[in-house]
């Protein structure tokens, strides 16, 4: 998931408000949050910033198979290596003997596991982003090599 100052930096930084937003920062904060697309800033498809239009374009993946949650993975740049499965606290906790452990959960309590090569959202509304004691946990994201989870 690209930061917000790796897509702004992308921008063309003119504040030009013909996007609808006060600035490109502003611009560049719904970009991230994707609450807008690339295409919504004009200046972008003009010849001098078209690398920039480029780039973004390779960095703001399209929205696929996102969970109500906005859980995301890209399932073409996942290779199923599971760290993110053990590195998730609420699967620790769930599944202290199986997750917990190191190895493949042992039960449905959990929130990711990996199938046909894959990992994969179940229970995910129990993730720590999510519910009274919501907490920006970034385990899985952080663990995973190849960048294929995100929240959207």
């Known amino acids: 998931m690209p930061t917000l100052m790796e897509i702004y930096q992308l921008l063309p930084k003119t504040n030009c408000k013909k996007c609808g937003k006060a600035t490109c920062m502003a611009f560049a904060v719904d970009l991230l949050a994707r609450k807008i697309s690339i295409d919504d800033c004009p ?82 509304q129990e993730c720590r982003r999510f519910g009274s004691n919501k907490t920006l946990c970034y385990a899985c994201i952080d663990t995973c090599p190849t960048k294929a989870i995100e929240f959207v």
Do not use: M
Not at 90 to 112: F, Q, R, Y
């Open 43 to 124: 200046p972008l498809k003009e010849e001098k910033y078209l690398t920039g239009y480029e780039k973004l374009n390779e960095l703001i993946t399209p929205v696929g198979d996102v969970t109500e949650t906005g859980f995301l993975v890209h399932k073409d740049k996942c290779i199923g290596c599971g760290n993110c499965v053990v590195a998730c606290p609420v699967n620790v906790v769930a599944d202290p003997e199986g997750t917990g452990s190191g190895k493949a959960p042992t039960n449905d309590k959990v929130i990711l596991y990996i199938k046909d090569g894959i990992v994969r959202p179940v229970n995910i």
